[in-house]
């Protein structure tokens, strides 16, 4: 007889173990996938995992991608991490993204086309508080009526996205663009512009913010009071609550960070790789950042390493649809599939599997 048994504290073997058996776990899953889809399950995944690194055909362009991609994955995963260690479940960041592109993008095109070198950090306090202010709506909520912040905040999503494409259809939309929805390519325009600082190398302003969001959260977590109590509201509530925490603030700062390293996210994709606000800005970075965050063990440093493998499925990810011919869906269930795995093994942080005999049993 298999049971599980509860152990007198979670193994530390396991939490460091854990992710990389639930990688493992994901290639030989998903090579089955990729197996039945009729594909060599060898070569899809060291297309997905190793040619965009060191295939000398496509590491020159794969390589730069790879902080573009994993900027923004990492600063929303910070912020995201903070709640979820504190039990506060923000699971709409994508609207959070949405928004904060959309303000700074905002207030950009209002001074175009003037030059001048304020433009861009407005636009960076404009997204950042775009980001906070559609998190505070989910956190008011929380506090004042106790409306639950997993089904708040993810409605608003779909809240966002509605305006995205109000918009780029109309207000922000490009009137020199013959009439096609899309604003300006905020890119092109000197002022608003993210560029690359290091050529070669992919990094750009948002690379630096998500450095920035991992130092600053690592100390925070470590040496301050707030990380303090934000870890024991997680891991013993009531306890935090004899200790003096204050439930009703740790929601507001928690959903108010996250939502701002958001806006932040989708303020420097918009103004760098993006370029612009259009129907199909929103690519899902909020919700895969939320595996990057889990996969990371909710610890900055963490983060930061899986935040670089899941910019690397991205980049691998496109590569198997051009060269292997494999469908984006079957991409996207494979990232997928590392957050199962990732939280069913997980239960091994917490718990010992036991094979008792016939006596046990008795």
Known sequence: MIRLEKRPSPSRFWQVATPVLAVILTMIAGGIMFALLGKDPVAAIRTIFWDPLFHPQFADYSRPQLLVKAGPLI???VGLSLGFRAGIWNIGAEGQYIMGAICGA????ALYPADSR???PLMVIAGGLGGWAWGMIPAILKTRFNTNEILVSLLLVYVAQSLLASMALGRLRNPEGGGFPGSRNLSRWESSANPELI?????????VAA???????YILLQRHILGFQIKLAGQAPRAARFAGVNPARLVVLCLGISGMLAGLAGLFEVTGPAGQISIDFNSGYGFTAIIVAFLGRLNPLGILLAGLLMALTYIGGELAQ???GLP???IQA???MLLFFLLAVDLLSNYRIRIAGPAGVA
């Open 75 to 77: 600063l929303i995963a």
């Open 106 to 109: 905002a207030a950009g095109l």
């Open 118 to 120: 304020l433009i861009f």
């Open 199 to 207: 050529a070669g190398t992919g990094m750009h302003w948002g690379v």
């Open 211 to 217: 450095f920035i969001a991992v130092i600053a959260a």
């Open 322 to 324: 051009l060269m292997l």
């Open 328 to 330: 984006a869906a079957a």
């Open 334 to 336: 494979f990232q997928g």
